[in-house]
C-alpha cells in the first residue's frame, strides 16, 4: 500500500487546495493530511481566518482525503517516518529550491518520495484573504457614501514623514534610498493639514503607522505624536522603525503617556543586531508596547520589488496579476499631500522616471467634494502603473532583508 502525506494551513479552502489533494489521492492508495495548528501559522507571523478546528473539518469531510493530523511543527519527515508514509506532496515552488534539495536527499534516506504538484494559477488563500478585507472595507465605506454626516471608520493607514533614513537598503521596496531631497522630509503643519482634512470629512482611523523613511529621525516626531493623541481620531497610534537609533527620554515619555507602540524590523544588519536588544530592554523597561515585525512574507525575508533598472512591464495582463496578487495593495498611504493604496507607488513615478495615471493617486487638498473623491477612491481598486515597474509580493523573489549599499 502507497500511503502518501501532504500539509498545509488550509485556510479559507479553496479550488487550488482541492487540486492538490485530488491530485495526490490519484498517486497513492492512502492520503494522510496535516492541517497546520493555530500557533504554528503565527509563529510564521501569520494568522489564519478559520480556526485550526474548523479547517481540520474541512479537510477531513474532502472525498479525497483518508485521514487528517494536526502539522504543529515544521518536521515533516518525522510526521512521515511516524504515518509510515510511502511519498510526500508539496507545491512546484519549491521545485528545485536548495532546501528542498537537501530534504530530498535526507527523505530518501527512508524510502519516502518527494513529489511536486504545480500550484493552481490565480488563486489562493492569501489572495482571497486580501480580497475580503478589501470588499469589507469598501461596503463599510459605501455603506456611509450617502450620507455626507455619518462618521467613516477606517481600519489602518500609513503616515508618512519623509524618506529620510539611516540605512541604505539596496532592495527597499519603497526605494527610499533614492528619494531626493525634497520627499525627505515634511513640514509638520503640512502633515497636520492633511490629516485635519480627513477629520473634516468624517474620517476616524482605528490604527495609524508613522513611518519613513525611518521616522525617530524626525525632529517634529514628539509634536506630531501629541496631535495625533489630542485630535481623539486615532484610536491606536504605532511608530515603525528600523531599530538602529534608542528614542531620547523625552521621546520615550511621550510614547508611554500616550500608549504609543514600537513596531521594530529586525533586518539583522550590522547597524541594528546590537541595537535592538537594547532597544526593546528600554522599552520593556518603561512599559511601552512593541514588538518585532517579521515582513509581509511572514518568514523574516523581504520580496524582491524590483529597482531603478526596472523596465516598463507592457502586458496589461501581467501588471494587473502584479497587483491583485501583491500583498501591499491594501497599505492606504498618506503622504506629501496624497493618498495611495500602495506606499511605493506614491514616489515611484518621481524615483523612477515615469508618470502615474490620473487616478492613480489621489491629492489631498481642502475642496468641497474631497470626501466623496476619498470614496470613489477606496472603492475604485485598480492595478496602477507603478505595477509596471514593480514586481510586486512574488513568493518567487524572496532575499534576505536591508542588504546595504556600498
Not at 520627499?183 to 509638520?188: E, G, P, S, W
Not at 528600523?242 to 515619555?253: Q, S, V
Not at 524582491?304 to 501591499?328: H, P, T, V, W, Y
Not at 475642496?367 to 514586481?391: F, S, T
Request: charged share 25%; with cysteine.
Amino acid at each position: 500500500m502507497i500511503i502518501g502525506y501532504t500539509s498545509g494551513v488550509f485556510d479559507l479552502f479553496h479550488i487550488g487546495h482541492l487540486n492538490l489533494l485530488r491530485n495526490a489521492k490519484g498517486m497513492c492508495d492512502k492520503l494522510i493530511v496535516g492541517v497546520t495548528t493555530d500557533e504554528l501559522v503565527s509563529y510564521k507571523g501569520k494568522f489564519p481566518v478559520i480556526p485550526f478546528v474548523d479547517r481540520l473539518e474541512i479537510v477531513r469531510n474532502i472525498k479525497y482525503v483518508d485521514a487528517v493530523v494536526a502539522q504543529s511543527d515544521m518536521d515533516k519527515l518525522t510526521m512521515c517516518k511516524k504515518l509510515k508514509a510511502n511519498v510526500m506532496f508539496v507545491g512546484d515552488d519549491w521545485y528545485l529550491n536548495d532546501k528542498w534539495e537537501a530534504y530530498e536527499k535526507e527523505f530518501a534516506k527512508f524510502g519516502i518520495d518527494i513529489v511536486y504538484f504545480p500550484r493552481t494559477q490565480g488563486i489562493s488563500s492569501t489572495q482571497i484573504g486580501i480580497a475580503l478585507q478589501t470588499l469589507h472595507n469598501i461596503n463599510e465605506l459605501s455603506s456611509l457614501s450617502v450620507c455626507s454626516s455619518r462618521l467613516i471608520k477606517v481600519d489602518s493607514i500609513v503616515l508618512s514623514v519623509g524618506q529620510a533614513c539611516n540605512l541604505k537598503c539596496k532592495e527597499c521596496g519603497a526605494l527610499t534610498p533614492y528619494a531626493p531631497q525634497e520627499i525627505r522630509k515634511y513640514k509638520l503643519e503640512n502633515i497636520i493639514q492633511d490629516l485635519k482634512l480627513f477629520i473634516k470629512n468624517g474620517f476616524e482611523f482605528e490604527h495609524i503607522q508613522i513611518q519613513g523613511g525611518e521616522p525617530l529621525l524626525y525632529k517634529d516626531l514628539p509634536e506630531l505624536l501629541k496631535w495625533l493623541n489630542s485630535s481623539g481620531k486615532f484610536n491606536n497610534i504605532v511608530v515603525a522603525t528600523n531599530g538602529t537609533i534608542i528614542p531620547n527620554n523625552a521621546l520615550l515619555d511621550i510614547l508611554k503617556l500616550y500608549n504609543i507602540q514600537m513596531r521594530i524590523s529586525d533586518y539583522d544588519t550590522t547597524k541594528n543586531k546590537e541595537t535592538i536588544p537594547a532597544l526593546i530592554n528600554i522599552l520593556n523597561q518603561k512599559c511601552i508596547r512593541n514588538y518585532v515585525y517579521q515582513f509581509m512574507s511572514g518568514k523574516s525575508l523581504w520580496y524582491q520589488k524590483g529597482g531603478l533598472e526596472m523596465k516598463r512591464e507592457n502586458d496589461d495582463k501581467i501588471a494587473s496579476r502584479r497587483f491583485s496578487m501583491c500583498k501591499n495593495n491594501i497599505c492606504l498611504t498618506i503622504e506629501n499631500s496624497k493618498l495611495c493604496y500602495c506606499t511605493r507607488a506614491l514616489n515611484a513615478p518621481l524615483i523612477q522616471g515615469f508618470e502615474a495615471k490620473n487616478n492613480d493617486i489621489l491629492n489631498i487638498s481642502d475642496r468641497p467634494a474631497l470626501r466623496v473623491e476619498i470614496l470613489n477612491y477606496l472603492n475604485g481598486k485598480h492595478y496602477m502603473e507603478a505595477c509596471r515597474y514593480c514586481y510586486g509580493t512574488d513568493e518567487n523573489r524572496l532575499i534576505s532583508p536591508a542588504e546595504q549599499m556600498p
